[in-house]
């Protein structure tokens, strides 16, 4: 695929973030051109983002506005200069503190072109920016977990260093090629906080390349998630779904991503939403879904009992629609599974660097940005008895997710380093691949029962916690 010029934007920050890398269980100390950068992106306040649209053709945009605001649009041109362009109106959402998050959907892009972009209130424009859209099929997705940008009471600079440290990631991911999506397997935020969300992303290459976020059980300790993110396709007709968040779903290239709220035990309707997302996208070749607890990492035992009921969950999903890919965080450790089928190994890859066809779902987890872990107590950790291959590391670790239309092939980077520790490929050579035809199990509806009253009731548990709470979340 031919590769289009990094944006304005991105060299911008490029220099911003030029310097010696150095690493540790903590965020990156922000260097003095971070610092200066900082003042400037925090005291503004908007912490803008784009994320995927429903597919190629869209971007959904959003940022902060002051609570008079009467109107809010996005104004797209082919041209840097912004002549002939097109604006798109957008919708607002009241937040928590009483101001205004805006939310415009940009459509009818085309294939292979690069916009420039300039979002606006009757009040307030922003700078202008650019993405590129895809030529065809081909592109490459980077894939983090676990961010934890967070609010620490006894570090007035916690969130400008963390917001620094994935800044290095993203910048350093982005100098090995063009970035055409960034995925992050939830936990973003520590406490949930709406300042946690608004320095993840401050690095400019969330104006050019679009985010999709996920919830994870420490998004979940706020409220701000739910009136931040904008996500297309998302599930309206769920049964139990929590208060901040919904599974929803998107196409880019030949590949469709689920992304799914796995802090929500309703099996049932996770299912369906598949269901429903398969029949708008029959002819898709690539089935990736995204959540953020690990399953089958095994690398914190006293974390085991949790992960046998979400393997219960997840794994007859997986099975039932033939999932190619699985990506997850939570462990904060990095792991890759053999291909998995009805919760054992169909197929090992252990040793492997690709395989075809796999004969089950390959499960993967990757290491945390700004809380990296290796070694417990000075005892390595156990793995997995489905893992196929495990790596420690005191590094922030990112993944490059390589698609064509017969392969994916997994580049995986510590910050800093000059080559991957290791790389993997995933080839298919038809729609189903070598998954088996029948992913259907006897116990599945009993298992679904069972999980959606626990699902139920858990949310009605957390729902009334946030309610009584509900002031001890807001203006942070």
């Known amino acids: 695929m031919n590769r289009i010029k990094r944006t304005v934007s991105l060299l911008l920050c490029a220099l911003l973030l030029c310097g010696s890398v150095g690493f540790g269980a903590s965020a990156l100390e922000a260097d003095d051109a971070w610092q200066r950068y ?83 209130t009757d009040k307030w424009e922003s700078e202008t920016y650019s993405f590129s859209t895809l030529s065809d099929n081909n592109f490459t997705a980077m894939y983090v977990t676990d961010i934890h940008v967070s609010l620490e009471d006894d570090d007035a600079d916690s969130l400008m260093n963390q917001s620094y440290t994935f800044s290095r990631v993203l910048e350093d991911a982005a100098g090995r090629g063009e970035l055409d999506l960034v995925i992050s397997a939830g936990d973003q935020a520590s406490r949930g906080y709406r300042s946690e969300y608004t320095a993840l992303v401050a690095s400019p290459v969330l104006r050019s390349t679009p985010f999709a976020l996920c919830p994870g059980n420490h998004d979940r300790k706020g409220i701000a998630y739910r009136t931040f993110t904008d996500n297309p396709n998302e599930d309206s007709r769920a049964i139990v779904h929590s208060l901040i968040a919904r ?77 190619d890919l699985v ?56 793995v997995g008895e ?41 080839a298919k050579t038809s729609a189903q691949g070598g998954h088996p035809a029948n992913g259907r199990s006897f116990y599945d509806p009993f298992v679904r029962f069972v999980a959606d009253v626990y699902g139920f009731f858990n949310e009605v548990v957390t729902t009334a916690r946030f309610r009584l709470h509900w002031n001890d979340f807001v203006g942070k």
């Open 38 to 120: 900082w003042q400037t992106y925090s005291a503004d306040g908007v912490g803008m983002y784009m994320a995927p649209g429903a597919d190629e053709t869209e971007r959904n945009i959003s940022w902060y506005a002051d609570a008079d605001t009467q109107s809010c649009r996005v104004a797209v041109s082919e041209s840097a200069d912004m002549s002939n362009a097109r604006t798109f109106s957008g919708t607002s959402v009241r937040t928590p503190e009483g101001d205004l998050r805006c939310k415009t959907t940009v459509h009818s892009l085309w294939p292979g072109k690069t916009y420039y972009y300039k979002c606006a």
């Open 247 to 323: 599974d929803y779903y998107y196409v880019k290239g030949d590949a469709l991503f689920f992304v799914f709220d796995s802090n929500v035990g309703s099996m049932t309707d996770h299912r369906n939403f598949v269901r429903r997302a398969l029949r708008a996208n029959p002819d898709v070749k690539w089935r990736v879904a995204v959540f953020h607890h690990d399953l089958y990492g095994g690398r914190i035992e006293r974390r085991e009992s949790e992960n046998k009921l979400l393997r219960a969950i997840w794994a007859p999903i997986f099975d039932e629609f033939r999932f």
């Open 327 to 382: 990506l997850l965080g939570h462990s904060h450790y990095y792991t890759i599974s053999n291909a998995v089928f009805k919760n054992r190994t169909n197929q090992s890859l252990a040793g492997l660097d690709s395989v075809t066809d796999p004969a089950g779902t390959v499960v993967m987890v990757s290491g945390s940005i700004n809380r990296p872990r290796s070694v417990e107590d000075g005892e390595e950790p156990p």
């Open 386 to 426: 489905n893992v196929a291959y495990a790596y420690l590391s005191q590094a922030p670790i990112y993944n490059l997710l390589d698609f064509t239309e017969d392969s994916v092939t997994v580049r995986s980077y510590e910050l800093g380093a000059e080559e991957a520790f290791h790389t993997f490929t995933i």
